[in-house]
DNA sequence: GTGAAAGCGCTAACAG
DNA sequence: CTGTTAGCGCTTTCAC
């Protein structure tokens, strides 16, 4: 068993309390003493138990974060930035990774609160019945991340996603194209998602028809783009121009593209969402938009303990919301 | 504050300790009465303490994992690994993300040890003063992954690096390039590097002379990768062949080159290391060595929990080397 | 089959 | 400034 407080209050004869006292820095106590304390601490190799002390004090110092998938590059970005917040705090993230499994999500999230983390910070696989799932966190603190429901007195961070679909789509209007494809996830009343929206509310702006055949649903996966564009290039008359529901989605659809022999953004423009890394690799020059996936990560971290801070009073959950940004590179 | 075990108690009149048997499926307990108590969980919506119950059972069903930078997509695969092997007995996540800083590094390894995590997975950062540094752990099982020490009597999972350098150098060779350059992190004495020391071999056994300018250090990141191809490529005779130590730095390479109007391979080949998911990508086409991303992350983990299971009283610690793949694509 | 009681390692009143 | 004493929520002897 590993050495505790009171292995080091028998060492230099005072009471535990005094030890806990003196190493945690408060106040009333003799510097002498102290120093005392921690030289014993020292010597003898001393750990604190954050879990003990997390049982009286009902704090984990730890976080909760829940992705849908974190082999897809966006998140990662975000995890860093979330952490580099949260490590300033003393805080450790727990990764949950819910591979777009809702049960699997259900089940992680169960688990967390069970494990009493502090707060969670909830990137979910779709918007779909969300608030109802709320009743899952019981009492713990958690923001929304990527993804949030219309109505939620929540806190979240996200960007303006709706707005997002409409600039992609502007620019692939603005650039003469006006036979376009939609390709995006599934597992989703189709107009719940919100690049989606934006994607139609251009279309109707600009007085393009809409043409159903051209809005596939998938995974958001390389593989899932890839056979959805073999579908739209299969069909009599393809789209000209493709919108990607996320750039992972957009890589898979120009591989197929090329696959087929044919160029982009010749002989069809593929626009993307999200700004991976790769996107700008000069191979690929993948025009997009990006969202600020550190900042998304560090705010959210930022929020999340600013509700977890007693001293804090003010009930108000942040509700943050930024900006797309279109990033014209070569493939429209 | 939430509902406990002895609010169950209470509530159906029996003692908090039969409670306590009773969810646990302990021998001992009347159905009649067991189905009271789970009856009664329900109904007050009661969520075991985990944390209460690691204090007393010396466990806290999570694994702690350290990585050098989940941005770079190699690791979120491993972590996949680990998180779908975990999850399988119960076990939680912990990510830690050590930015490349040995500093950093070190604190998170203690930040872990003092949660008391009941396991570590450890891909380090650099091979320097590992064994060292093993102390940090203290009395906590764990891992290595990716990287290990070479005398360690620890558990890893790792591949045969210098046989992954060796058949990448080799396949350059058999191309017929003489001229080779190697790009590598820094940070580590140079010849403590395993893809390094393949390197060298390859050159030695097939008698083609090492020219010490055409080896260069950075960092895992593509925008090293980059930086130290343009000052490969400003010598006055430059190499014709580059191997990186990892796909990452392959990548910004290809950026580089590309960036002087060159062309891969025609102009100057390249191969990589790991085989990231966009090393396949069509307009990428980077050859490679592969190593088994998932697999060795479902290894890492499966050794750990069996370390963790007292009933498996083999104190061997499993050490794992897997073999490299060679991937040719189109780069070389 | 069930209850009483101890204790995991620590913090937080409450005295003194 | 320091010691004593209660727990935090749970599991685990040890009795009955």
Redesign the interface.
Known sequence: ??VTIKDIADKIHVSYATVSRALNNKYGVDPKTREKVLAAAKAL?Y??????R??VQ?K???LG?MVPD??N?F???V??GI?DRA?ND?Y??????S?NSKRRETD?I???????VDGIIFAPISHQKLIAREKLF??IPFVYVSKAPKNTNQGFVVINDILGGYIATQHLIERGYKRIGFIGSSGEIASNDDRYQGFLSALSEYSIPFDQRFTLFGEIK?QSGYSMTKKLLSMHEPPRAIFAETDLIA?GA??AI??QGLHVPGDLAVIGFDDI??AS????QLTTISQPKYRIGQLAAEILLEMLDKSNNTNTKKQIVLEPKLIIRGTT
């Open positions: 068993m590993a190799n750990t604190p138990n954050t879990i003990a997390g049982l009902n984990t110092f730890t974060l974190i082999t590059p998140f990662p970005e995890a860093v952490e490590k003393g450790h993230i727990i990764l949950c990774n591979k992680l169960t688990l967390l609160t069970n494990k009493r019981r009492n390389q890589l120009m591989q090329k696959e890394p790769f690799f000069p191979e690929v």
